[in-house]
């Protein structure tokens, strides 16, 4: 019913940027907080960072200062511009939804199947 599809991951330099985006799609009410978290292997998925529906953005520590989250409502895409990448910044990217399907009264959390962000020299 609901999709999370993500894109812009690749390779790149150390000091390089990159834009990761991720569309929301299928029946769809609403859309509430919307996120990124990413894995490594051997760790814990962590949120990197999220954006209320109101705009409100929340950072983990190493994300602030150089990752920008940011949302287009009417596109129900969120999108994650990430500079100055290091290789600590290696990981796959998950995007996340909280989700009010057109047939249910709840918000739910959807996932992304991921993408792959490398950073190596």
């Known amino acids: 019913q609901v999709q999370l599809v993500e894109s812009g991951g690749d390779l790149v330099l150390p000091g390089g940027s990159l834009r990761l985006s991720c569309a929301a799609s299928?029946?769809?009410?609403?859309?509430?907080?919307m996120g990124w978290y990413r894995r490594t292997p051997g760790k814990q998925r962590e949120l990197v960072a999220d954006?209320?529906?109101?705009?409100?953005?929340n950072y983990v520590d190493s994300a602030k200062g150089r990752f920008t989250i940011s949302r287009d409502n009417a596109k129900n895409t969120v999108y994650l511009q990430m500079h100055r990448l290091t290789p600590e910044d290696t990981a796959v990217y998950y995007c996340?939804?909280?989700?009010?399907?057109?047939?249910?009264?709840?918000?739910?959390?959807?996932w992304g199947q991921g993408t792959q962000v490398t950073v190596s020299s």
């Open positions: 299928g029946s769809i009410f609403g859309i509430n907080t």
């Open positions: 996340s939804a909280e989700i009010r399907i057109r047939s249910g009264p709840m918000f739910t959390k959807y």
């Open positions: 954006i209320t529906v109101g705009g409100t953005t």
